[in-house]
Nanobody, 122 residues
Framework: QTHLVESGGGLVQAGGSLRLSCAAS????????MGWFRQAPGKEREFVAA????????YYADSVKGRFTISRDNAKNTVYLQMNRLKPDETAVYYC???????????????WGQGTQVTVSS
């Protein structure tokens, strides 16, 4: 069983930056691909970024390419999402997830955190 806990959300002005963290319990963190998703009120959960088990490969939604960076530190059992030049419509609850593959499909991930709120003011 893997338990995920996100942190780092908050209120930021448009154009600002935030760094999200997701800490994982258990000894199998380095065997999982990790993903970040977000869900705004009244909308479906949306893929943001993913990273493979080693950190050597990453995958981004087109909407965040060039502004967001996903990374991981397997020694610390933590995955990060650096978000720059944030936009108001990116206000959402951000979730991290662990699964067998670096994919954009939420149902492919086995474990989920509780989410952290990101609010971008205009």
């Amino acid at each position: 069983q893997t338990h995920l806990v996100e942190s780092g959300g908050g209120l930021v002005q448009a154009g600002g930056s935030l760094r999200l963290s997701c800490a994982a319990s258990g000894r199998t963190f380095s065997s999982y691909a990790m993903g970040w998703f977000r869900q705004a009120p009244g909308k479906e959960r949306e893929f943001v970024a993913a990273i493979n088990w080693s950190g050597g490969r990453t995958y981004y939604a087109d909407s965040v390419k060039g502004r967001f960076t996903i990374s991981r530190d397997n020694a610390k059992n933590t995955v990060y999402l650096q978000m720059n030049r944030l936009k108001p419509d990116e206000t959402a609850v951000y979730y991290c997830a662990a699964g067998p593959g670096m994919v954009a499909v939420a149902s492919s991930y086995d474990y989920w955190g509780q989410g952290t709120q990101v609010t971008v003011s205009s």
